[in-house]
């Protein structure tokens, strides 16, 4: 069985590549980038941009399935960026599926796509769609969803979606850089109290869900819905950051900002890079504000249930193998 990963040479992409061959698939993966390493394994590999109809179509082609991983992330960034991506992107892997007649569609989701600007403590998926969105990827990635959800169980296609919070572990290229990054230059505040709790999810935890999904389809269980996922223990996050830089050797955040003023900076500082079109992002943005300084951890019932899943890492154990990695 051919199976293709859009983003597989992404950090949650390899993971789900990494299961999918343990399992003895054929897996294809359509990324923007060479993967010599992938390709060692037998992976082939579609060079080609998601936003690109050409390319998705060429990739999907001659395959049974499809985990569409592949997506823009961040805070910050022209809206039509993350349109392209995140939504046309998502089209293309729709039309290339119902067009060669594949199965089973993963679509990697996120809990953002129910971001309102509030707190959610132990929510499920009986949440609407969000509002106020505050920056494009939680919106672009909630009518993605919308979309790939209204397609299951037409044409013969069966979807469902997967909504990781905070992904992280060994070989992570955003989180755990940033925050050791950051810190070392003494511009990490704990924002807020710092006694929010928030959703994280290891790495291969994620993978894991991704390949429950996949069987899960095949029964018909998850069709056409979505599912939180989590390490199904939510952290008090200041509390989990501290520990993870003190044992990384880094200097822990001691500094404070109140909620309402990193928002009010992430609003005052937002104008500013648009006004003068300045380069990389914002020190704060209100989307950032509000996701660490409130609850977000959601009840992920409904995937234990319906894809059996549970986590495989431990938070502690995960900790573990990040720090010794990070120190080797």
């Given at each position: 069985?051919?199976?293709?990963?859009?983003?597989?040479?992404?950090?949650?992409?390899?993971?789900?590549?990494?299961?999918?061959?343990?399992?003895?698939?054929?897996?294809?993966?359509?990324?923007?980038?060479?993967?010599?390493?992938?390709?060692?394994?037998?992976?082939?590999?579609?060079?080609?941009?998601?936003?690109?109809?050409?390319?998705?179509?060429?990739?999907?082609?001659?395959?049974?399935?499809?985990?569409?991983?592949?997506?823009?992330?961040?805070?910050?960034?022209?809206?039509?960026?993350?349109?392209?991506?995140?939504?046309?992107?998502?089209?293309?892997?729709?039309?290339?599926?119902v067009r060669h007649g594949?199965?089973?569609?993963?679509?990697?989701?996120?809990?953002?796509?129910?971001?309102?600007?509030?707190?959610?403590?132990?929510?499920?998926?009986?949440?609407?769609?969000?509002?106020?969105?505050?920056?494009?990827?939680?919106?672009?990635?909630?009518?993605?969803?919308?979309?790939?959800?209204?397609?299951?169980?037409?044409?013969?296609?069966?979807?469902?979606?997967?909504?990781?919070?905070?992904?992280?572990?060994?070989?992570?290229?955003?989180?755990?850089?940033?925050?050791?990054?950051?810190?070392?230059?003494?511009?990490?505040?704990?924002?807020?109290?710092?006694?929010?709790?928030?959703?994280?999810?290891?790495?291969?935890?994620?993978?894991?869900?991704?390949?429950?999904?996949?069987?899960?389809?095949?029964?018909?269980?998850?069709?056409?819905?979505?599912?939180?996922?989590?390490?199904?223990?939510?952290?008090?996050?200041?509390?989990?950051?501290?520990?993870?830089?003190?044992?990384?050797?880094?200097?822990?955040?001691?500094?404070?900002?109140?909620?309402?003023?990193?928002?009010?900076?992430?609003?005052?500082?937002?104008?500013?890079?648009?006004?003068?079109?300045?380069?990389g992002e914002p020190a704060?943005?209100?989307?950032?504000?509000?996701?660490?300084?409130?609850?977000?951890?959601?009840?992920?019932?409904?995937?234990?249930?319906?894809?059996?899943?549970?986590?495989?890492?431990?938070?502690?154990?995960?900790?573990?193998?990040?720090?010794?990695?990070?120190?080797?």
């Amino acid at each position: 069985m051919k199976v293709l990963v859009t983003g597989g040479g992404g950090f949650l992409g390899r993971h789900v590549v990494e299961r999918l061959l343990a399992r003895g698939l054929e897996v294809r993966v359509l990324g923007r980038s060479a993967q010599p390493e992938l390709e060692k394994r037998g992976v082939e590999i579609v060079r080609g941009d998601i936003a690109d109809a050409t390319a998705v179509d060429r990739a999907v082609a001659g395959t049974e399935a499809v985990f569409h991983v592949a997506a823009k992330a961040g805070v910050w960034g022209p809206r039509e960026e993350y349109f392209s991506a995140n939504v046309l992107g998502t089209r293309h892997v729709l039309a290339a599926c119902v067009r060669h007649g594949v199965g089973r569609l993963v679509y990697t989701s996120t809990p953002s796509v129910v971001f309102t600007g509030e707190a959610f403590s132990g929510a499920d998926e009986s949440l609407p769609y969000g509002k106020n969105w505050l920056c494009p990827y939680p919106e672009t990635k909630a009518q993605a969803e919308r979309e790939v959800l209204a397609a299951s169980g037409h044409d013969g296609l069966l979807t469902c979606a997967l909504r990781p919070h905070l992904i992280w572990g060994v070989g992570d290229p955003h989180i755990v850089p940033r925050l050791v990054d950051r810190a070392r230059r003494g511009r990490l505040r704990i924002v807020g109290d710092g006694t929010n709790r928030v959703d994280i999810t290891h790495v291969k935890n994620a993978a894991l869900a991704h390949e429950l999904a996949f069987d899960a389809l095949e029964k018909g269980t998850a069709a056409g819905r979505a599912y939180f996922l989590s390490q199904g223990e939510p952290v008090v996050l200041w509390d989990w950051i501290n520990n993870l830089l003190s044992r990384l050797g880094e200097p822990v955040v001691k500094r404070r900002i109140s909620a309402r003023t990193a928002y009010r900076a992430g609003r005052a500082l937002e104008w500013i890079y648009e006004k003068f079109r300045l380069p990389g992002e914002p020190a704060m943005t209100r989307f950032v504000a509000v996701e660490l300084s409130k609850d977000h951890w959601y009840d992920i019932s409904a995937a234990r249930r319906d894809l059996g899943y549970a986590s495989e890492v431990s938070t502690e154990a995960g900790l573990d193998e990040l720090v010794e990695d990070w120190m080797s």
